[in-house]
């Protein structure tokens, strides 16, 4: 499981705030493809 966030100007992370849950990036190309366009980060693959 991710422990930071990896949105621009996001610094979340389960040190910062241990009741905050983070997910990976999905597998399934339909949901990542939107999941990194609501990222925002260009040119960055995970």
């Given at each position: 499981?991710?422990?930071i966030?990896?949105?621009?100007?996001?610094?979340?992370?389960?040190?910062?705030?241990?009741?905050?849950?983070?997910?990976?990036?999905?597998?399934?190309?339909?949901?990542?493809?939107?999941?990194?366009?609501?990222?925002r980060?260009?040119?960055?693959?995970?």
């Amino acid at each position: 499981m991710p422990a930071i966030c990896c949105a621009v100007g996001c610094n979340n992370s389960c040190q910062r705030n241990p009741k905050l849950q983070f997910y990976s990036i999905p597998k399934e190309l339909d949901r990542r493809n939107k999941w990194l366009a609501l990222i925002r980060r260009d040119n960055w693959q995970p």
